[in-house]
Nanobody, 120 residues
Framework: QVRLVESGGGLVQAGGSLRLSCKAS????????MGWYYQASGTQRELVAS???????NYADSVKGRFAISRDNAKSAVYLQMNSLLPEDTAVYYC??????????????WGQGTQVTVSS
């Protein structure tokens, strides 16, 4: 199974930018969709953005025009560029990877989460 490790979170003022990175490692037959969820305190974990192996993307309405997701298949990595950050973007951000194990079983792997805090 793959291990996902996130980095890039931190504290930023409203209007600023952060770039989150997530790298997958370990044994996996293939990785298909990758993306990011966020979970603010006391809320459900919600999808922020996703990207297919072919590069097709989708975004939550709240981040359209501000965030951009990308991936590097050679590095088994996914990124989230976050611009024009708002205090309501404050949350723990989790990357995920949907893939197939060497046994061809469909699985979802999760990163440990990285904190993003946007101050007013």
């Amino acid at each position: 199974q793959v291990r996902l490790v996130e980095s890039g979170g931190g504290l930023v003022q409203a209007g600023g930018s952060l770039r989150l990175s997530c790298k997958a490692s370990g044994v996996m037959f293939s990785i298909d969709d990758m993306g990011w969820y966020y979970q603010a305190s006391g809320t459900q974990r919600e999808l922020v953005a996703s990207i297919t192996s072919g590069g097709s993307t989708n975004y939550a309405d709240s981040v359209k025009g501000r965030f951009a997701i990308s991936r590097d298949n050679a590095k088994s990595a996914v990124y989230l560029q976050m611009n024009s950050l708002l205090p309501e973007d404050t949350a723990v951000y989790y990357c995920y990877a949907d893939g197939r194990t060497v046994r061809r079983e469909d699985v979802r792997s999760w990163g440990q989460g990285t904190q993003v805090t946007v101050s007013s």
